[in-house]
């Protein structure tokens, strides 16, 4: 292997692939980046098993071949090095791999390329979507926070996937709380199917894609065990959960006794004062919804959280509210996870009693909505 490519291609595409790496394996070869060139380009590509990263960068490749090195010493010394044409050049008989610009050269030991893990490509799979990259990465940032952070439940510790028409639907629950998002489609699905990806996985997919424009593709392998996306020069691949995720449709309400609607800016700055008193007793925030006289009383809400070592606080918010006076208690870390995520510039919050789940929803769009279990509390 023999080739040369400009530094800051290089050092971009090791920047995608090393969140792939694996940093706990007991196989070497997962500490590793595989350098392959091959067609004109260099490929880059990453594995921890549980995600696979594959990047591109531009290359003039005078000799094909193919080797792994480490992925933390390549990255730092490549992105030491200054804005200049690197060369890379491989020695079969020692696996070492020179790597030299400008005035600077390294020699790394590298493993056989034999010992990396073999990935799918979506260029095997018929892409089975494409989304917006942009409204992907919201719809994750909205969904994958209320996914389980613990393994007892694996299938909770993923994000169910729904492939249905010109729409994706985006879920996770962990037992307290349930996120749910559509998406619109760039162009319909090939076919109705849902999966379960690791929370963790789309998280990382959603670092990846945050700068991209073009469309993006969606692939699941024919045996349902894999999710392929080709972002760009990218592709990114990661395991599926097998199990069967909670019919989401059963669990949110679909009516309410009392609704109340409120800015979000201001709801949020409310909550994150509450949460400040309410760590002392359990992250219980308290919410009480009071209905007006009318139109020129609409009503009002109050934010409030107590506990005895700290003290106590309280914020009134001009709300319009529907129904009877009603309150409810929350954890405060889920009430403001999930005003952080929306964008709207008013919420609502819907309720049928102080034991029941609440329901949140952004105002003039219907296409996210979460749920909360609420903290059952004295009177």
Same mark, same amino acid.
Request: proline share 5%; with cysteine; charged share 25%.
């Given at each position: ?10 050092q ?11 940093? +706990? ?6 500490? #590793? ?15 921890? !098993? ?10 003039t ?10 992925s ?31 005035? =600077? +050269? ?14 799918? =490509? ?41 492939? &249905? ?12 709380? !349930? ?9 319909p699905?090939?076919?109705? !199917?849902?999966?379960?990806?690791? @929370?963790?996985a789309?998280?990382?997919? @959603? ?6 424009? &073009? ?7 024919? #045996?349902? =065990? ?8 990218? &592709? ?38 509450? +949460? ?13 919804? #009071? ?19 700290t003290?106590? #606080? ?7 509210v ?16 999930v ?21 949140? +929803? ?18």
């Amino acid at each position: 292997m023999r080739l040369s490519c400009q530094q800051e291609d290089l050092q971009r595409a090791l920047g995608y692939v090393s969140r792939a790496v694996s940093r +706990k394996s007991t196989l070497p070869v997962l500490g #590793n980046v595989l350098l392959s060139a091959e067609g004109g380009r260099l490929k880059l590509a990453a594995t921890n !098993l549980e995600i696979a990263i594959t990047a591109w960068a531009d290359a003039t490749v005078e000799e094909e071949g193919t080797i792994t090195v480490r992925s933390d010493l390549l990255t730092e010394f490549v992105a030491s090095l200054p804005n200049d044409s690197v060369s890379i050049e491989l020695d079969r008989r020692t696996l070492s791999v020179a790597v030299s610009c400008a005035r =600077s +050269k390294a020699h790394i030991k590298g493993i056989g390329a034999e010992d990396f893990p073999t990935l799918a =490509s979506i260029g095997d799979t018929e892409p089975t979507a494409r989304i917006d990259p942009a409204e992907f990465r919201e719809a994750i940032g909205q969904v994958a926070f209320a996914a389980a952070t613990d393994d007892s439940r694996p299938v909770l510790a993923g994000v169910l996937a729904e492939f &249905e028409g010109a729409s994706l639907t985006l879920a996770a629950a962990d037992g307290f709380r !349930l996120s749910v998002r559509r998406c619109d489609l760039v162009e319909p699905s090939r076919e109705s !199917l849902s999966i379960v990806v690791p @929370a963790r996985a789309l998280q990382e997919l @959603a670092r990846i894609i945050g700068d991209l424009e &073009e469309p993006i593709d969606l692939a699941v392998t024919p #045996n349902r =065990s894999q999710l392929l996306v080709r972002a760009g020069s990218i &592709e990114f691949l990661s395991r599926l959960i097998d199990g069967h995720f909670p019919d989401v449709r059963h669990i949110i309400p679909q009516t309410y006794g009392t609704r109340m609607v409120v800015s979000r800016d201001e709801f949020l700055a409310a909550a994150r004062r509450a +949460k400040l008193f309410a760590q002392s007793n359990n992250d219980v925030v308290r919410i009480q919804m #009071n209905p007006g006289d009318g139109e020129l009383d609409p009503g009002f809400a109050t934010i409030s959280a107590q506990a005895a070592e700290t003290g106590d #606080n309280e914020d009134h918010l001009e709300a319009q509210v529907e129904g009877p006076q009603a309150h409810i208690a929350f954890n405060g870390r889920y009430l403001t996870e999930v005003l952080s995520v929306m964008r709207s510039n008013e919420v609502a919050l819907e309720m049928t009693s102080p034991n029941a789940a609440g329901v949140f +929803k952004p105002v003039g769009s219907d296409d996210f909505t979460h749920v909360i279990m609420p903290m059952v509390i004295g009177t």
